[in-house]
RNA sequence: UCAACGAUGUUAUUAGA
């Protein structure tokens, strides 16, 4: 059995979910850890319903089960499920508690994830570090660092939190001062201090930064050329693309967004007819590459092509019609999206209002089903 | 022995500065 749930984890981890389904349905004896890999795997890619469904199928479920399947309901934006589940299993373990940690902690809800926090039983380092990085992202740089000083022995992950919590809040000192002090580093160590002279604008310190690093992984590269696009020097951040050892799907999006952020349509196409896969992100580039440049049609077809489209296809493309002043179309547009999101709503809200069409504003304001 | 939790890179909107 270790060796299938090995095998069916080993399809998962790479996207190839048919094939891990394949080999769960001729596996003679699937254990809980078969189960529960599956059950990962298929609400990481996003098929919550069936992970639902093969959870309610399993003979037994322990806490790993459990976990799981709240993870996974988190996962997929189903945050209230996630809460009911975590209040309905039948034991919890630290991993349990430290999910819903995380998962308030992403949903920005940091009252909520703090409530867990105080009650839940037997802290570790992992329920601390969301925590604290919430607390830095919020602006509470101060509180961030006051509970990271009560941690008797932060390891390297709860380190590179507090230099990520610095820099965030645009004290590179600070980070530089951390990244120093800290017993040792690993590469993401080394990659967030990167990002954070990225971040900030020192290419020089940036650079060399990149050059003194023991090693450097794809994150390493792409930060920098993300970093050398932004600021307008794409000569550079081409080298460094076309310098990479290996070069994973984030390293082509970044590269072909600098181009499109260019202005440079053909380049940017001609990058991602030659990328062997497309993601959502890398779809929405070229959506944003061709609106952005008023081929308001062939953005469209562009997100018309994709096997799904998320919030950001519809905002960009929804943002560009209004931008060239098509509000009409820009309203049928968003009449078609599958799911209102309160980022849609905005999005139509704010074209309804810089082209003065103040009564549709109003209705929209008045339909939306909920304000923020 | 194999499964569920924390730190790093790419796309839109808005806000901040």
Redesign the pocket.
Known sequence: ??SW??MI?GYAVNGHLDEAKQCFAKMPNP???????I??ALAENGNIDDAKAMFDKMPER????W??I??AYAQNGHLDEARELFEKMPHR????W??M??VYVQNKDLHEAKRIFDAMPGK???????LI?AYAQSGHLDEAKRLFDEMPQ?????W??M??AYAENGNITEARRTFDLMPQR????W??M??AYCQVGLLRDATRQFEEMPER???????V??AEA?YGRLERARALFDEMPLR????W??I??AYS?AGNLSEARNLFEKMSTH????C??M??AYARLGYLEEAKRELEKMPRQ????W??LI?AYAFFGYVEEAKALFDSTPEKNL?AW??LL?ANCQHGELDDARTLFENMPEWD
């Open positions: 059995a270790v749930n090995a984890r254990n809980s850890v078969t189960w529960t890999t059950v990962a322990n806490v790993v089960a976990t799981s709240v993870a373990n630290s991993y349990s430290n999910t940690i995380s570790n380092l992992v329920s601390w570090t969301p990085s932060p390891d390297v992950v709860l590179t939190a230099i990520k690993n590469i993401v160590t990659n967030v990167l990002a992984d794809l994150v390493s590269y792409t930060t050329i993300s932004q994973d799907i984030v390293a999006n970044t072909i967004a952020q993601d959502v992100v890398s929405n580039i959506i944003d998320d919030v950001i296809s905002t960009t943002t980022l905005n999005t704010e």
